[in-house]
């Protein structure tokens, strides 16, 4: 079996001081990756890094809040001034908090939105040039199972990491002839933000703590990140020893003429049927109504 190594290569991760960035930083930097280390505060960012280079690894801490683009690109030449280069993002900053309904405002989406898509868009954005020139590129956007299929008490979490995987889509679509790819995982392991979750269940996050630590992550994320690893415009959830491929697909569907409410009711079934589901690649426009829209819009032989 041989081993994923990172040898000559550049890592940025946001949000690394503590939880899953952290033990992403230093299993990157254990396989021989130079890694620069972002949070929001510089003394987790260190701490880390100190761990690194104790270790015989390469590390260089960087802290302030990337949704802020001077912040953003200032993360980026760090890496360029200290390790050469700029070879892998990971984008894991992210916030969290248990909120009704009733209180969210726009002013708490605004700064989720922020903090989960800005940041990672501005940090992209910031590495995209250099990845370019390169002909290659490895990103990997921390997004959740919140953005896909919801969670009570969580909407500004749960649509700010939906976005984040409209975002991850379209940058595949966009990097693909540049040799660059952007994928998606979501973490089920204890950190700060599960903490918040069961704060009024602390055996669960026990239990969480036991059979999903942070680690448990990392593999997959080192996996998308490798060089020989072609995948993109995919969505993982990982955790306590398993990787599942979360999919959003589209059906055959129902077809006709002309739709009537009555009709649609007629045939609820196949409306909601999930067989011959596709899954379209990231940015493709070959999907079931796509094809249909075209094959209407052709001109009538008589």
Same mark, same amino acid.
């Given at each position: 079996?041989?081993?994923?190594? $990172?040898?000559?290569?550049?890592?940025?991760? !946001?949000?690394?001081?503590?939880?899953?960035?952290?033990?992403?930083?230093?299993?990157?930097?254990?396989?021989?990756?130079?890694?620069?280390?972002?949070?929001?505060?510089?003394?987790?960012?260190?701490?880390?890094?100190?761990?690194? !280079?104790?270790?015989?690894?390469?590390?260089?801490?960087?802290?302030?809040? &990337?949704?802020?683009?001077?912040?953003?690109?200032?993360?980026?030449?760090?890496?360029?001034? !200290?390790?050469?280069?700029?070879?892998?993002?990971?984008?894991?900053?992210?916030?969290?908090?248990? &909120?009704?309904?009733?209180?969210?405002?726009?002013?708490?989406? =605004?700064?989720?939105?922020?903090?989960?898509?800005?940041?990672?868009?501005?940090?992209?954005?910031?590495?995209?040039?250099?990845?370019?020139?390169?002909?290659?590129?490895?990103?990997?956007?921390?997004?959740?199972?919140?953005?896909?299929?919801?969670?009570?008490?969580?909407?500004?979490? =749960?649509?700010?990491?939906?976005?984040?995987?409209?975002?991850?889509?379209?940058?595949?679509? %966009?990097?693909?002839?540049?040799?660059?790819?952007?994928?998606?995982?979501?973490? $089920?392991?204890?950190?700060?933000?599960?903490?918040?979750?069961?704060?009024?269940?602390?055996? /669960?996050?026990?239990?969480?703590?036991?059979?999903?630590?942070?680690?448990?992550?990392?593999?997959?994320?080192?996996?998308?990140?490798?060089?020989?690893?072609?995948?993109?415009?995919?969505?993982?959830?990982?955790?306590?020893?398993?990787? !599942?491929?979360?999919?959003?697909?589209?059906?055959?569907?129902?077809?006709?003429?002309?739709?009537?409410? %009555?009709?649609?009711?007629?045939?609820?079934?196949?409306?909601?049927? /999930?067989? =011959?589901?596709?899954?379209?690649?990231?940015? =493709?426009?070959?999907?079931?109504?796509?094809?249909?829209?075209?094959?209407?819009?052709?001109?009538?032989?008589?």
């Amino acid at each position: 079996m041989v081993t994923l190594r $990172f040898d000559g290569r550049t890592v940025v991760i !946001t949000g690394a001081g503590r939880g899953v960035g952290r033990a992403h930083a230093l299993a990157f930097a254990r396989r021989g990756a130079a890694v620069v280390v972002n949070d929001i505060d510089a003394e987790p960012a260190v701490r880390t890094c100190d761990e690194i !280079t104790a270790a015989g690894g390469h590390a260089h801490p960087q802290h302030g809040d &990337v949704s802020d683009p001077a912040v953003a690109k200032a993360l980026v030449q760090c890496a360029i001034d !200290t390790f050469g280069g700029v070879d892998v993002v990971v984008n894991n900053a992210g916030i969290d908090r248990v &909120v009704r309904l009733a209180e969210v405002t726009p002013e708490l989406l =605004s700064e989720f939105f922020g903090v989960h898509v800005l940041a990672a868009h501005q940090v992209a954005a910031a590495a995209w040039p250099h990845l370019v020139r390169a002909g290659f590129g490895r990103i990997i956007n921390t997004t959740s199972s919140a953005g896909y299929f919801g969670l009570k008490r969580a909407l500004p979490y =749960s649509v700010a990491k939906g976005a984040l995987h409209a975002l991850t889509q379209s940058l595949a679509a %966009e990097g693909a002839r540049h040799g660059i790819t952007v994928n998606a995982v979501a973490p $089920f392991a204890a950190s700060r933000l599960a903490r918040n979750r069961t704060v009024d269940a602390p055996q /669960l996050y026990d239990a969480i703590v036991r059979a999903a630590p942070a680690e448990a992550v990392s593999p997959v994320v080192l996996w998308l990140a490798h060089e020989t690893t072609s995948v993109t415009g995919m969505a993982f959830e990982v955790g306590a020893g398993a990787v !599942t491929r979360i999919a959003v697909g589209q059906s055959a569907g129902l077809v006709a003429d002309e739709l009537t409410p %009555e009709l649609v009711r007629d045939n609820a079934d196949a409306v909601l049927a /999930l067989q =011959s589901m596709e899954f379209p690649d990231a940015g =493709s426009t070959d999907r079931p109504l796509s094809r249909i829209v075209m094959q209407m819009a052709q001109p009538q032989r008589r």
